[in-house]
């Protein structure tokens, strides 16, 4: 029987020491595109990202997808998975682009994010790109019209660079409402990744599996007996990282901390 298709979530991909878990080393990125091909795997080529937009996800088809959008995946994600024969999808916060992100609570190095120039080639290579909201708050949280402000923003900037509108979105923190819904169609979006807690065929709350810096293997996030103990993991992870953000917002001197921290060249 084939395996179901796995899409996954990553965030960064470096060797620099950070405080967050959802920092993967490059050997162990390396290692896990190893073991999705031994597994049965291959990752997903522009045609199947296409179909994928389609609602069609193929089975023995490994989908990673880069939240926030930073540097590394131009860097190290592009050519590491280029050797496998696949591309990603990578979402961005818009008000960021080719800056540290001073959004996040960090006590650790900053990392950049992409650059224009380098969103447009990961493009011309069939990378998905896509928008990760504008300034990277919680849609959930926010009134109507600041969500389709946020929606429309991204959108408005990534066509700029792009020369195409995007339809594809992550949530910010994986959080979704059917609230949320009627206002992705209006900003145009037709495909959205949330993160475990998703809608399984439902093509705007699609689930993802996190991947983090203690996941030596990716076996839990494809053996269905594992996948409950896995999901409850997940949050845990993902509650701590949205708090990093709220303390952000909550208390302003952290982003003097941050302008302190040196960011990855």
Not at 57 to 63: C, D, N, R
Not at 129 to 139: A, M, Q
Not at 168 to 182: C, N, S
Not at 193 to 206: D, E, K, S, T
């Amino acid at each position: 029987m084939p395996r179901p298709p796995l899409l996954l979530q990553y965030h960064r991909i470096s060797g620099r020491f950070h405080l967050s878990g959802d920092t993967v080393p490059p050997g162990l990125f390396r290692r896990h595109l190893a073991q999705l091909r031994a597994w049965g795997y291959r990752l997903a080529t522009p045609e199947d990202w296409r179909l994928a937009k389609n609602g069609r996800f193929l089975p023995a088809v490994a989908y990673l997808t880069f939240d926030d959008g930073f540097e590394c995946v131009y860097h190290l994600a592009r050519p590491a998975m280029a050797k496998f024969g696949g591309v990603g999808a990578v979402f961005l916060p818009t008000a960021f682009l080719g800056r540290p992100n001073t959004w996040d609570a960090s006590f650790g190095v900053r990392f950049r994010h992409l650059t224009p120039n380098q969103i447009r080639e990961l493009h011309h290579h069939g990378w998905i790109v896509g928008s990760h909201g504008h300034t990277h708050r919680d849609l959930t949280r926010l009134p109507d019209p600041e969500v389709l402000e946020e929606l429309q923003t991204s959108a408005r900037i990534l066509a700029q660079i792009l020369g195409t509108p995007p339809d594809t979105l992550a949530y910010p923190f994986g959080h979704w409402h059917p609230r949320l819904f009627p206002l992705l169609r209006q900003a145009g979006f037709r495909l959205a990744f949330a993160g475990p807690r998703g809608l399984p065929q439902h093509p705007l709350a699609l689930p993802r599996w996190g991947v983090y810096l203690p996941d030596l293997t990716l076996f839990a996030k494809i053996d269905p007996a594992l996948r409950p103990l896995e999901r409850l993991r997940l949050r845990s992870i993902n509650a701590f990282a949205t708090l990093s953000s709220w303390a952000m917002h909550r208390w302003p001197w952290l982003a003097w901390v941050s302008r302190m921290e040196r960011p990855e060249p």
